[in-house]
């Protein structure tokens, strides 16, 4: 059966009488530097993005507002999960195939990346992705 | 008169007809790697954060949601720079007294940071701050 693909990180809370505050730092809850972040807001009615799985970049994302579901494909197995505003964020291991699906329309979602835009990175071809499962490189 | 203390980074817009996408990477409106950060949200009407400088602690701070007022100090001018969602980051060196005023209840305040969090990089006194810059730290 194995792990859950949906490996979750609890981030620190430290809200008080002033409002929200969440924090995320190398050793607690960042799991690597950040060397490019990005993040997807005004998501229209319907769209669905992602599609694609990285080689070695590392992720970890984070739902600001609103809420999304995030499919995860390992090349065998299927899993979703829908990220809201709370104290966890994902962390998305290379080679996972991932998918965002049902944006609510004030969703505000993060991504912090270990590496700058690198398209050679990319597998944008689920067929590719599971041909590059297969051949033992997950 | 010198330069504006609020230095404004400009964030790459990739904006299509899915949505919204904002991207800072090494290189391109970020101007260090990041090891911490945090985000302010649900800040209670009348609240005003911040109050501190730091002597080496280098942030970018990006207004996500809703607006907020950030005020700057260096020990002798001071400004004010009201940030809300668009394709502007604010850059904030070491050495200036940092306050945020004025949040919308929707605010979402995130920040990028080059450093863990160290008590000892504060200054919380808006007088030892000043005393501070004059002692030619600035």
Redesign the interface.
Known sequence: MGLSLAQLISLEV??D???????????AG?PF????????????PG?A?GFHAHKKLRQVCVC??GSVRVVLFDGQREESVVLK?NHEALYLEPGLWREMHD?SPDC?F?V??DA??DEADYIRDRQEFIRYRQGGQG
């Open positions: 430290k809200d009488a002033r409002g929200g505050l969440m924090v995320a730092q190398i050793g960042l530097v950040v060397r490019r972040v990005y993040w997807l807001h005004g998501t229209k769209v993005r600001l507002a505003p944006f505000i993060m912090f990346a700058e835009y």
